[in-house]
């Protein structure tokens, strides 16, 4: 079936110690989102990739960065992590949004992060 | 700028009684409006969307919501509750300027036996 893998599904890392978390599809979309999701709220956009053109949302810290080698695979980098950068990362994908807004967002497992 | 409320954080029925979970919507245009499902630690599932057409909208698992554009809303029901729809669920709607998901702050629904 196709779908979004997202690995590792925890991780735990100390604070400062860089982290990435991946990321891949076998739905061939061209769209590939980045969220962060805290307990109990509503995942909030960090970034998204249309193709390989990079779109940072306002409020994403520095700290996070991201990489898109290719269609399938989208890696999120965080630099120094701190304690407040615990929680769910969840990895989305779409088709293509040109001329088709309302285009469903297919998210992965996510990622638990947990910082010591 | 368009927003999306969900009424209550928690909601809880009697398994076996109607779901009921509430949206509304602000959108100065024809929006496109999602529910989502989240089961602990997972990700999101598309239960259902509305796009055009037909403003009852059936998804998966029995849910179904009905899109009323003069009380900007989009409530997810389902007639009869089962232990395992005990989830949290999230409203979206689109937004048409780009397409990005407006979330809603998300209904915890608690099934008691």
């Known amino acids: 079936d196709a779908m979004v893998i997202q690995n590792p599904r925890y991780q735990v890392t100390q604070f400062g110690k860089p982290v990435t978390l991946s990321c891949s599809q076998t739905l061939n979309h061209n769209v590939m989102y980045w969220y962060q999701q805290k307990s109990s709220q509503a995942p909030k956009l960090l970034f998204h990739?249309?193709?390989?053109?990079?779109?940072n949302e306002a409020d994403t810290p520095d700290n996070f960065q991201s990489r898109r080698p290719n269609t399938s695979f989208c890696f999120l980098d965080i630099r120094s992590p701190g304690l407040g950068d615990a929680a769910m990362y969840l990895c989305a994908t779409s088709r293509d949004p040109s001329g088709q807004v309302g285009d469903t967002q297919y998210f992965g497992p996510g990622t638990r992060l947990t910082v010591l | 700028a368009q927003s999306v409320t969900q009424l209550g954080s928690h909601v809880s029925v009697s398994e076996g009684a109607l779901v009921l979970l509430r949206c509304n919507y602000s959108?100065?245009?024809?929006?496109?409006l999602f529910w989502y499902v989240q089961y602990p630690n997972q990700g999101l599932q598309l239960l259902l969307k509305y796009t055009t057409g037909a403003t009852l909208v059936k998804g998966i698992n029995g849910f179904e919501a009905e899109f009323k554009k003069s009380e900007t809303s989009f409530h997810l029901t389902k007639p009869s509750a089962h232990m395992s729809d005990a989830a949290e669920y999230f409203c979206a709607v689109s937004d048409n300027s780009n397409y990005q998901l407006i979330w809603g702050a998300g209904t915890k629904l608690i099934i008691k036996p």
């Open positions: 959108s100065s245009v024809p929006p496109y």
């Open positions: 990739y249309y193709d390989k053109d990079f779109n």
